[in-house]
């Protein structure tokens, strides 16, 4: 059976990089970039087209369908848990530092409740020894998943809005970010409420999981099989596009233009030593990228926010004046394309593929973390849509405004191509060659995007293939294959069909999230009744374990 996958496997393969192979030896006019962005135009220039396609509401704007799925799933969230993106805000806060790690691990009954059979024995021995279902713990989870949505669309993305839809698309930014804290806590739940454990303990989950075995629980197995192998051929193609190529290549171009090395083959060699250190970090599996990107995440975070608090310290004075016009460009529209709805769209389209909330891709993060109340989990990951897009894309937007008040460096309306320079601009316009220390920044935010859509694409590919060591090294070997193509050629097409790839992820998750509400509306009563339990407990004097 393994053999016969395996054999699947490279057919598939054979059948993708044959049409490259012959066209490659045509047309020898043509540049290898410009060969291979011919063969993703034609081939799947439909597919973009038919992802991206704008509904007209009238003559002077449209909206894209994907980004209306995105949105109204996420208000509709907001109201069914009744506004969890900020209710649980505290909670999930509390979740990450620890303060009910022994009830997520043992049950609150275990613990805190009536007499059981184990009340005789030592309960903080026990504690030492025992473990609930998962590989990591909340924090190594939530910065797994962050190191995904937390990259260029910060750095890059947030100057792509402002140069198109002025300092109002901040606001909306904004709104989008709040919103999806909902979206994200309700996908995460189910990622961990139907993961699979395998015998040794490894963690399988993700929305192919929740989609076939949640929905098979609403007499609608049939279906859910469906939206699973959809979801996970568009999770393997986004993790090979925009989780890697564009990721690699972005770093890869910033760095040969910081050290002047464009032209030649210092792309190539970029994306070699790129994919060895992914290489060493993807080949260990969750654990080993959990471990990496607790570490990294909170680093270069760090750095980021530390030299946007210093241009704002230095332009304090400003600050209010930066506000005022997102606020006036938020509702009038500045006379930017589409006016105020034009505004709108950019501001939420941008911060919603910032933070990937709706995407479905954390919950395949989420799901491996040790826990045995799913919603704990949910309640954790609603923090992503907020450190990505409410904080962070705005201290961007805020730098690149008030610097512009100085320099003057950006037309609002007139979009811009280069995002990272345009940033980049921004910083070193008061911080001197901060763009050196940004350039680092844009590698570490490519590097850890990397290892973590290397874990969603590996679990899509492991769904569809089967979990054995051939399917895992195949995989592996593509996607470090791709990282050195990423950083060796100029995308063009290829970018927007990965792109489309991963906002095809949407259709099959907001559908199956949407079906399986009620299952979360449970879990987070189950979750809560615990806390309440563990606290009514404390309150009689009951000894708090989890400080033992």
């Not at 999981?209 to 996970?232: C, W």
């Not at 316009?429 to 220390?437: L, N, W």
């Not at 991963?502 to 099959?508: E, G, H, K, L, T």
Request: aromatic share 12%.
């Amino acid at each position: 059976m393994q053999k016969t996958k395996s054999k699947r496997i490279l057919f598939s393969l054979c059948s993708i990089f044959i049409p490259l192979i012959t066209f490659a030896q045509e047309n020898d006019s043509l540049t290898f970039s410009e060969k291979i962005d011919i063969i993703f135009r034609d081939y799947t220039g439909w597919f973009v087209d038919l992802i991206f396609y704008e509904i007209p509401f009238s003559d002077d704007f449209q909206i894209p369908w994907v980004l209306i799925l995105l949105i109204g799933g996420a208000i509709y969230f907001s109201v069914y848990f009744k506004l969890i993106n900020f209710t649980g805000f505290g909670t999930a806060i509390k979740v990450v530092m620890g303060k009910y790690e022994d009830i997520e691990k043992h049950g609150v009954d275990t613990l805190y409740a009536d007499p059981t059979p184990n009340e005789g024995e030592d309960l903080p021995e026990t504690l030492r020894n025992e473990g609930a279902d998962g590989e990591v713990s909340h924090f190594q989870a939530l910065t797994a998943a962050l190191s995904a949505t937390v990259g260029l669309g910060n750095i890059a993305g947030v100057a792509v809005a402002l140069s198109i839809g002025g300092p109002g698309a901040t606001f909306w930014m904004i709104v989008a970010g709040l919103l999806g804290m909902a979206s994200k806590f309700a996908e995460c739940t189910l990622g961990v409420k139907y993961r699979d454990v395998g015998p040794d303990g490894t963690v399988y989950g993700g929305p192919m999981y929740y989609l076939k075995k949640g929905l098979k629980e609403k007499n609608m197995g049939g279906f859910g099989k469906v939206l699973a192998v959809v979801f996970s051929i568009f999770v393997i193609g986004g993790s090979f596009g925009g989780g890697n190529m564009f990721q690699a290549n972005q770093a890869a171009a910033q760095f040969t233009k910081l050290f002047g090395l464009e032209g030649g083959n210092a792309g190539f060699y970029f994306g070699i030593i790129m994919a060895i250190l992914v290489a060493v970090v993807i080949i260990g599996g969750i654990k080993r990228i959990a471990s990496v990107t607790e570490k990294i995440v909170p680093f270069m975070a760090g750095i980021y926010v530390l030299g946007a608090l210093v241009i704002l310290g230095a332009n304090w004075m400003y600050i209010d004046d930066a506000f005022g016009l997102i606020f006036k460009g938020a509702f009038s529209g500045l006379g930017i394309a589409g006016g105020l709805v034009g505004v709108m769209i950019q501001g939420i389209r941008r911060g919603a593929f910032s933070n990937e909330a709706g995407v479905g891709s954390a919950a395949i993060a989420h799901s491996a973390v040790r826990t045995k109340y799913p919603a704990s989990e949910g309640i954790v990951a609603l923090l992503e849509p907020f450190v990505d897009t409410v904080v962070i894309c705005t201290m961007t937007a805020l730098v690149i405004v008030i610097t512009n008040f100085h320099i003057g460096f950006l037309e609002y309306g007139t979009e811009v191509t280069e995002g990272v320079e345009l940033t980049a601009t921004a910083f070193d316009s008061v911080i001197p060659h901060f763009s050196i220390v940004l350039t680092i920044a844009v590698i570490l935010f490519a590097f850890s995007t990397m290892i973590s859509w290397s874990y969603y694409g590996m679990q899509g590919w492991k769904y569809l293939f089967g979990k054995g060591k051939v399917t895992d090294l195949v995989y592996k070997i593509l996607f470090l294959f791709f990282v050195i193509v990423g950083a060796s050629i100029s995308l063009g097409s290829v970018i927007n069909f990965s792109d489309a790839m991963i906002f095809a992820m949407v259709v099959p998750n907001i559908t199956g999230v949407l079906l399986l509400t009620p299952v979360i509306r449970r879990e987070l009563k189950r979750y809560m009744n615990a806390i309440n339990k563990k606290e009514e407990a404390l309150e009689e004097g009951a000894t708090d374990y989890n400080k033992l």
